[in-house]
């Protein structure tokens, strides 16, 4: 995932990659070769003790009920929105402001996603930016934690008394007043997605609730939709986290920790380094502790910077330049008003934002670079 090995900056210096996620797993791989070879030796691949052994870690570092191994973070979130109930015609609020599969994984549900704005500082939604998207048919919100900035569930939850569906993809790692990410919402979703903060040789992905009711339903849908695989009770799906996966994250969970705590590190590095001069930097919500799967400042002329950055050997890059408002697969959803719909803020973060390197082995003396490298313009 250092892709900007390949690349040679102009510099001398060396590259800077958008990811990390060699260096943290170095001294980590011949314990997850061994565990690997175990899960092979014994021959069972799906649904087997390593998931059921991964699912209670997670459930216990969330510090939640339940959490349940599914295929991915997109089928996390249908399979959650099923759960709760969401049926065709439901509406259902999202952000337009994050990773495609947020509302693609509600209209797989036969709901309609119904898109918000979001707050100019945390990059998320808010009380405020759910409220215009609000109708009688309004069946949930998804918040998403995005970047890994947790949202504001709690407010969000007390506003409305709509379930929350917690896009956690982003923020395992993450806290808000002490509740970790994957517990603020009713039911909330991950991705192991490689190059996420938790992240598998793979896809995987996990459901997390402290709903006994809401946990059962989504073990079903998760196969099949049955519960002894005997009788089928839903129309469900194939979505399971295997045990090979299951084996590598239980070696990884327990540094998750230590990994934010270098990505908090890193962006500090940038604030102490001048990053402040080049870039609005963003705000966190009071009591928020975020995991920094991404680090994103913004710049009006923000594919200007990344030129210049490029040109150093420093992998940044925007993200999600066209929100999900204005993506041709989401037209059927706006009502309607097609290109006359507009989300101001949305759309501004669209355009000006700008992803710099982060991991968990971000150093001080890279964020000098970064911060060099726009000072040369
Ligand atoms: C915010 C968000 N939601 C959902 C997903 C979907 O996860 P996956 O790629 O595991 O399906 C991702 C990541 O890819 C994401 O960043």
Redesign the pocket.
């Known amino acids: 995932m250092s892709a900007a090995k390949n690349c040679t900056p102009k510099t001398g210096l060396m590259p800077v990659p958008l990811f990390d996620t060699e260096t943290p797993l170095a001294g980590l791989r011949p314990v997850i070769l061994e565990r690997i070879g175990e899960v092979v030796r014994g021959g069972r691949f799906i649904l087997g003790p390593e998931v059921g052994a991964f699912e209670q870690e997670l459930a216990a570092y969330v510090g939640v009920r339940h959490a349940i191994g599914v295929g991915?973070?997109?089928d996390a979130?249908t399979i959650a929105a099923r759960a709760l109930g969401i049926e065709p015609g439901d509406e259902v609020v999202v952000p337009s402001f994050?990773?495609y599969?947020?509302a693609e994984a509600i209209a797989a549900t036969g709901a309609v996603p119904v898109f918000c704005d979001v707050d100019r500082d945390t990059r998320n939604i808010t009380v405020e930016t759910i409220r215009p998207a609000l109708s009688e048919r309004t069946r949930a919100i998804v918040a998403?934690d995005l970047f890994g900035m947790p949202a504001e569930i709690p407010a969000i939850r007390e506003a409305f008394g709509l379930p929350v569906i917690e896009?956690a993809?982003?923020a395992l790692g993450a806290s808000l007043d002490g509740v970790r990410a994957g517990a603020l919402g009713d039911i909330a979703t991950f991705?192991f997605?490689p190059s996420k903060n938790l992240g598998a040789f793979g896809?995987g992905?996990a459901v997390t609730t402290n709903d006994d009711e809401l946990a059962e339903r989504v073990r079903a849908l998760r196969f099949h939709g049955s519960r002894d695989k005997q009788t089928f009770v839903y129309v469900g799906y194939n979505s399971r986290l295997d045990e090979i996966q299951a084996a590598i994250l239980r070696v990884l969970l327990p540094q998750i920790d230590a990994w934010c705590a270098g990505r908090r590190a890193g962006v500090q590095a940038y604030i102490d380094a001048g990053l402040g001069q080049h870039f609005k930097l963003g705000g966190a919500p009071l009591g928020a502790t975020p995991a920094w799967h991404l680090y994103v400042v913004t710049h009006p002329e923000a594919d200007a910077k990344l030129a210049l950055l490029g040109a150093a050997g420093i992998q940044a890059r925007g993200y999600y330049r066209v929100p999900l408002h204005r993506q041709p697969a989401m037209a059927p959803y706006l009502n309607g008003r097609g290109g006359s719909f507009e989300l101001p803020v949305t759309d501004e973060l669209a355009r000006t934002n700008v992803a710099l390197p982060i991991s968990p082995v971000f150093t001080r003396a890279q964020a000098d670079e970064v911060v060099a490298a726009l000072a040369t313009a």
């Open positions: 991915n973070g997109t979130l994050t990773f599969a947020t998403v896009d993809a982003q991705s997605y896809d992905g």
